[in-house]
């Protein structure tokens, strides 16, 4: 068997680098493609957080139109039976928001 000539030896390593450049290229790509990977996966993650808060925030403002509703029947109900006047109705209600305001500003101290 005839050895290698130096321009085959040459050529192989010529290939054996080249083949070094692209596993080591190969290896990046794979890096890059993991760090997509966990960018977009992170990404959905904090688009399902969004609709969970967004869900939410329906959910609080059908209640909040329900209590509103109710709020407002009940005041029919007491004013048209003469319960209490109207004007006795919007002071405790205005008196209520006060108290709420007070609370709110309390726990932010």
Do not use: C, F
Not at 10 to 35: V, W
Not at 48 to 66: I, P, S, Y
Request: aromatic residues 0%; charged residues 45%; hydrophobic residues 35%.
């Amino acid at each position: 068997r005839r050895e290698p000539t130096r321009r085959q030896r040459s050529h192989e390593a010529e290939s054996e680098e080249q083949l070094k450049k692209l596993a080591q290229s190969a290896k990046e790509a794979a890096e890059t493609i993991t760090l997509i990977a966990e960018a977009k996966a992170e990404l959905l993650s904090l688009k399902r957080e969004k609709l969970a808060g967004v869900e939410k925030l329906a959910e609080v403002d059908t209640e909040k139109q329900r209590l509103t509703k109710a709020l407002a029947d009940l005041k029919d109900t007491m004013v048209n039976s003469g319960k209490v006047s109207e004007a006795q109705w919007e002071a405790q209600v205005l008196k209520v928001k006060l108290e709420r305001e007070k609370v709110d500003r309390d726990a932010e101290e």
